[in-house]
């Protein structure tokens, strides 16, 4: 992590940070320190992607929903009424 240090006269802050009174007309020391650091980005080919998204993800899903020999319109409809709202 990169880091700024810099000592300065307080009363040169005036217009910036307000500090308290007992740091005027006196040198303070300034602190730069990047909040978060950069996301260092990765370029996936084409041919990993295949690889990554045939491999281990989807290997992971198979087998969530029992083969009960209902359609997606039957898992809907039964979702549906779980959340469906009576009085």
């Known amino acids: 992590m990169e880091a700024i240090r810099k000592v300065v006269?307080?009363?040169?802050?005036d217009n910036i940070i307000s500090l308290p009174q007992h740091f005027q007309n006196r040198k303070v020391e300034i602190i730069?320190?990047?909040?978060?650091?950069?996301?260092?980005?990765?370029?996936i080919t084409a041919?990993?992607?295949d690889s990554i998204l045939?491999?281990?993800i989807t290997e992971s899903l198979m087998g969530i929903l029992p083969n009960e020999g209902k359609?997606?319109?039957d898992y809907r409809e039964e979702r549906l009424?779980?959340?469906e709202y009576t009085d």
């Open 54 to 56: 045939a491999g281990s």
């Open 47 to 49: 041919a990993e992607m």
């Open 71 to 73: 359609t997606l319109a």
């Open 32 to 43: 730069v320190l990047p909040v978060d650091e950069p996301v260092k980005s990765q370029k």
């Open 81 to 83: 009424q779980k959340y």
């Open 9 to 13: 006269d307080g009363s040169l802050l």
